[in-house]
């Protein structure tokens, strides 16, 4: 047999290694291998499992730090670093509710992330009852003085999980309307859809000015009980103990991984997750699952050949609390040249729909992504694409192009700050789907020449 020598150079060479290359970065190919993908549950299962919880700011959230980069660089990925950054920290303290009268028994509680503390000896009061944040808002200011406000609501499981906007002003702006009327604690029931008599906690803020007060959320059962009590008509009173504590400014982290692209010219793609999770449990769906997904994604892009731009994985530090590490990224890459921000940080069930914020000069790849996505049961009909929390800065600083993998959320928020976020509640068939879907997506952004720079802003 004849051995034929073929040696190519200059422009013929060139043209085969492209040929090769688009080959190599198929849609089709590479989402059929990403449908066999063991890497996202790995990371998840290795997360929850060696680490555990990793509260922004503790010794817990440096071990995972330390984890996530020996993890990256075993997976071969290029310039893993940790970038350190500085931010205040809030820590849990005990924390137990009961009604003292007319119907004594323990509730189950959890306190809000920046609550007051109680003191040890706690407090007790009578409640103030109110169906909505409204009902609280429209009593004059020291109305409520030397009583616990509690407020109830009603969200329901949806899929695009909107529930959590239309009630989450209970959590996030309710302790300080509290406060302006006068009450010396406040308690909520939880914003979640779960009927466990788990807690969700939560961050929030008092404004600027505004006296901090103990902030506690009931389980919705021992919620809902509350409020069956409070409707019989006899005052109600409830003895609060909640310790938390602020402990200063402690150092948080983000930490990025890149697979470096041909051609340094083009802007990046970044796709991000957060690393830390409440303490109340492993944090698997918030948000293990999405730096696994994110990253088995990127690890596909790179086994099959150096993408044309590069794609830089983005592990964000302390976005429970404050949204510290996005912030902080954004501040650290003011010159980075970055093209399209995407993110997963809604649990770990299938990818239903898929969102754009593209120039009119992409509209072909949106059209390409739709079609590709088509086999893996997502829709491409939506919202404009707005970003996660942890690229929300570094998209507004640069007018960024903008994708969305919309995850069906009708389960999300009956684990979501929860202790039962935990590494059982991961379907791997679902979280295999993210992968195929989020694969799909960057082997056609990663390696396509097309402008993503959106217009100016109006």
């Known amino acids: 047999m004849t051995k034929t020598t073929l040696l190519l150079t200059g422009a013929t060479a060139l043209l085969f290694s492209n040929a090769v290359l688009a080959e190599s970065h198929d849609p089709a190919a590479i989402q059929a291998k990403a449908l066999e993908d063991n890497l996202a549950y790995e990371i998840t299962e290795g997360l929850t499992t060696e680490v555990g919880p990793r509260q922004a700011g503790t010794e817990a959230e440096a071990r995972a730090r330390d984890w996530s980069v020996k993890k990256l660089k075993a997976l071969g990925f290029q310039n893993v670093r940790n970038e350190p950054f500085m931010m205040p ?13 007319p119907y004594p028994q323990k509730m189950h509680i959890t306190a809000l992330g920046n609550s007051a503390s109680t003191g040890d000896t706690g407090i007790e009061a009578e409640i103030a009852y109110f169906d909505s944040l409204a009902a609280m808002q429209a009593v004059p200011d020291g109305s409520l003085a030397g009583k616990i406000a ?5 969200m329901h499981r949806t899929q695009d999980g909107s529930g ?18 006068g009450a010396i604690a406040y308690v909520i029931k939880s914003i979640g859809t779960d009927y466990h008599r788990n807690p969700h906690t939560g961050n929030m803020n008092f404004a600027e000015g505004v006296k901090p007060i103990p902030a506690g959320a009931l389980s919705l059962p021992d919620a809902d009980n509350l409020e069956r009590m409070v409707k019989l008509g006899k005052p109600v009173t409830m003895k609060l103990v909640m310790t938390p504590k602020n402990i200063g400014q402690q150092e948080s982290g983000n930490v990025i991984a890149e697979v470096t692209g041909r051609d340094p010219s083009k802007g990046m793609i970044l796709v991000a997750c957060h690393l830390d999770s409440w303490d109340l449990a492993t944090g698997a ?24 731009r590069t794609i830089r994985i983005l592990w964000a530090g302390a976005e429970e609390v404050g949204l510290w590490g996005g912030k902080a990224y954004a501040k650290a890459h003011t010159v980075s040249k970055h093209a399209i921000a995407m993110e997963s940080d809604f649990g770990a069930d299938k990818v239903w729909r898929v969102e ?42 640069n007018n960024l192009a903008v994708i969305d993998l919309q995850q069906d959320g009708t389960r999300y928020f009956d684990l979501h700050h929860t202790p039962d976020d935990t590494l059982d509640k991961i379907d791997p068939d679902q979280v295999r789907q993210n992968v195929a879907a989020w694969s799909t997506v960057l082997s056609i952004i990663a390696n396509s020449e097309t402008s993503f720079a959106m217009p100016p802003k109006e």
Not at 89 to 101: K, Q
Not at 166 to 173: D, E, H, S
Not at 357 to 367: C, F, G, N, R, S
Not at 372 to 396: K, N, Q, S, W, Y
């Open 89 to 101: 920290t809030w820590v849990r303290g005990d924390e137990t509710a009961e009604v003292t009268g």
């Open 150 to 154: 509690f407020v109830t609501h009603d």
């Open 164 to 181: 959590y906007g239309t009630y989450g002003p209970v959590r996030w702006n309710g302790p300080t309307v509290a406060s302006k009327k």
């Open 285 to 308: 769906f918030d948000d293990a699952a999405g730096c696994g997904i994110v990253t088995a994604a990127a690890k596909k892009i790179m086994d099959h050949g150096q993408p044309l």
């Open 356 to 397: 754009f914020k593209l120039p009119e000069t992409a509209e072909d790849v949106q059209k390409q992504i739709a079609q590709a996505l088509l086999p893996l049961g997502i829709g491409a009909f939506g919202p404009p694409a707005t970003g996660g929390a942890d690229v929300r800065d570094i998209i507004a600083s």
